[in-house]
């Protein structure tokens, strides 16, 4: 009777070694294990403030309406952040947060508390943005040293098998307050457009 022959050890090993890393590998590429293209999200409702002239004041005075969305806070006449506006004209997005953090009171005479959240371009969390944005809270957006407001963003979104969910994000959605037309809204294109030049995000938050 002739026996079947026998595998070396060293050769029973590489193919277990081999089997491992074809298991290894298959689970690899089977996450992440679910994948959502092109979802959107947008701050509804944005004010329809336009800046009253082309000066770096009227510019973000309109900025700060459109993004913080309660006009007794800013900026209308008498409300609580106007008066910080002419000082703040030429403040980098950083710098603006600093000033306008803190208590601050309404025409009322209420108070309010201003908080500040500033990423330089090379900071930028992807995930609190997209977060943020879902809180239906808009950024302020220095773009090649002009300021936007940030309302929107469409991204790719990857789950992977530990429940863990990571964002792409393909374009930001922006308004231009210094017009009315279709210049008003621009989309910063993330494949195209130059993240170099962004040079900062700023989000407020108001408690009253």
């Not at 277990?16 to 679910?34: K, V």
């Not at 969390?125 to 963003?153: C, H, K, S």
């Not at 469409?154 to 922006?174: C, F, M, P, Q, R």
């Amino acid at each position: 009777m002739n026996s079947k022959p026998h595998l070396p050890v060293s050769t029973l090993v590489l193919v277990l070694i081999i089997s491992c890393c074809m298991n290894a590998h298959s689970q690899a590429i089977r996450e992440p294990y679910a994948f959502h293209p092109n979802k959107e999200v947008k701050v509804a409702y944005l004010p329809s403030a336009v800046a009253s002239s082309p000066k770096n004041s009227a510019v973000l005075a309109a900025t700060l309406e459109t993004a913080i969305m309660q006009p007794d806070v800013c900026c209308d006449r008498n409300s609580a952040l106007e008066p910080q506006i002419p000082a703040a004209r030429d403040l980098s997005l950083k710098d603006l947060g600093e000033k306008l953090r803190g208590k601050h009171y309404l025409g009322t005479g209420l108070p309010i508390v201003v908080t500040d959240q500033y990423w330089s371009g090379a900071s930028a969390n992807v995930e609190a943005i997209i977060g943020t944005l879902m809180e239906q809270r808009p950024f302020l957006m220095d773009w090649n040293g002009r300021l936007y407001v940030l309302y929107g963003a469409t991204y790719d979104e990857y789950l992977d098998n530990s429940g863990a969910t990571e964002h792409v994000i393909k374009t930001l959605l922006l308004v231009d307050t210094r017009f009315s037309d279709s210049r008003r809204y621009v989309t910063f294109n993330r494949q195209t457009d130059d993240w170099a030049k962004v040079n900062g995000l700023l989000s407020l938050a108001i408690t009253r």
